[in-house]
């Protein structure tokens, strides 16, 4: 079960993570729209956000897109799993009845989701998950509530490294500036691909895969004790279920640290959306690069952006910059790692993204 949301919640599972974007994000895929006439076919449909002009899709749209994806996803795995009884691979319900719903959002929120360009465009979508109650007592309702926080960015992240390498698709047009030096519009796609892969590169490999790696060590510590049947062993590893139950907790709160949803970088956090706000403004008038006249009437605004984008990641590099000596690690990591010393581990855990974004102080 824990693993369950590593792979679907925290998007570990490389196959879900890429078969979900292209449901989302693909131009080319069928549009699921229901249209007069038309015959709705859920080969190969998606919900095209970026390429279609009505948002947010209506829930008839979301099911033929969306069902089945999970269970899809999930069975490939047990397929791989010599050890996995066959009559269990066409299960119809997930464990905790994993799916697809719709969080309940405010009337402001609403509005926001609405706007296909806007970075919420997504975030009425989330993963429903109930445990059984013998696991309630590790995958609580407050640990459930941090994975969604989590999934929650992480799409919104899975966006924007579609969107950026839509931009240096759009260089590749006929009539595109792309190979003048001074073209402004180059300049600004190769500058948001960057940055938004180092984000994301950071998010995915250290913010979340470095923390639930050393989680899963101690995890396989323990079941190893158990399989031993050793019981000195286990209590040493695990302690007690309630110490597990924080052990876990605090593993997310990491995690929520790192990706800047603590409430300790609020301020940080709403910088970083800015900053997407400003590459999906500038996405469309990309697409104009190829076309004479109109690309020359863009260039003002695409200036104007590119100049602001340039001042958000200035300020946001500058803020990586800024923190010196801040543990990265909270209260019971010591506890858990013993095998992690602060001699291997940089000032913050935030030195890793400055060091993929900022390596000869471009900004």
Not at 25 to 36: C, H, N, T
Not at 311 to 339: C, N
Not at 345 to 358: G, N, Q, Y
Request: overall charge negative; proline content about 3%; charged content about 30%.
């Amino acid at each position: 079960h824990l693993n369950l949301q590593w792979r679907f919640q925290l998007l570990g599972d490389g196959y879900f993570t890429s078969r979900l974007s292209d449901s989302l994000f693909d131009p080319d895929m069928e549009s699921g729209e229901r249209k007069a006439g038309v015959v709705r076919s859920d080969v190969h449909a998606g919900l095209r956000l970026g390429s279609r002009d009505t948002w947010p899709p209506a829930s008839s749209e979301l099911r033929l897109v969306l069902m089945g994806l999970l269970n899809e996803c999930h069975d490939a795995e047990k397929r791989l799993d010599p050890s996995m009884d066959s009559k269990l691979w066409n299960e119809k319900e997930l464990p905790g009845g994993l799916s697809f719903s719709i969080r309940d959002l405010t009337d402001e929120e609403v509005v926001k989701c609405k706007d296909p360009n806007a970075i919420e465009a997504l975030d009425f979508l989330r993963l429903q998950y109930k445990p059984s109650p013998v696991l309630e007592t590790i995958l609580t309702s407050n640990s459930l509530e941090k994975y969604d926080r989590l999934f929650k960015h992480l799409l919104r992240l899975l966006r924007m490294v579609s969107v950026v390498r839509s931009l240096i698709r759009d260089s590749t047009a006929r009539d595109s500036l792309s190979g003048d030096t001074r073209n402004v519009l180059q300049k600004f796609r190769v500058d948001a691909q960057h940055f938004v892969l180092a984000v994301s590169d950071y998010c995915f490999h250290v913010g979340i895969g470095s923390t639930w790696r050393r989680f899963q060590e101690t995890l396989s510590n323990i079941e190893s004790c158990l399989d031993r049947h050793d019981i000195n062993g286990t209590i040493e590893a695990a302690s007690s279920v309630p110490r597990l139950r924080d052990y876990h907790e605090d593993v997310l709160d990491q995690m929520l640290y790192a990706l800047f949803l603590s409430k300790k970088h609020t301020e940080v956090a709403n910088l970083l959306d800015e900053i997407f706000g400003t590459i999906l403004t500038f996405a469309p008038l990309s697409q104009l690069d190829g076309i004479n006249g109109v690309r020359h009437e863009a260039e003002p605004a695409v200036r104007r952006l590119y100049n602001l984008f340039r001042k958000q990641t200035s300020a946001f590099v500058g803020y990586l910059r800024s923190i010196e000596g801040i543990k990265s690690t909270s209260r019971s990591f010591d506890r858990w790692d013993t095998t992690f010393t602060a001699k291997e581990e940089p000032a913050t855990v935030f030195d890793h993204l400055l060091a993929r974004l900022d390596t000869k102080r471009y900004y």
